[in-house]
């Protein structure tokens, strides 16, 4: 996980579903173009990113399931 992680998971949890009012699919799209920006940041920068979930799957459906 990254400096970044735990302030994007509150605002994909917290602000934009309970503060905003914004749908599951509306988190998710947020969720989604959040990983394609973070994916071409790091191909830019030469950084490596990770994508784990505690059990060691990856999955692309479902914002909750990644860690930055």
């Known amino acids: 996980m990254t400096a970044l992680a735990p302030y ?4 994909l949890r917290e602000h ?3 503060e ?3 749908s599951q699919h509306t988190c998710e799209a947020y969720a989604q173009s ?3 920006l973070l994916h071409f ?3 830019r920068l030469k ?3 990770r994508r784990s979930r505690s059990n060691g799957s990856t999955r692309r459906s479902s914002w909750h399931s990644w860690s930055i």
């Open 20 to 22: 905003r009012g914004a």
């Open 16 to 18: 934009l579903p309970k």
């Open 47 to 49: 950084l490596s990113h």
């Open 8 to 11: 994007l998971s509150s605002f």
């Open 34 to 36: 959040f990983q394609l």
């Open 41 to 43: 940041a790091a191909g």
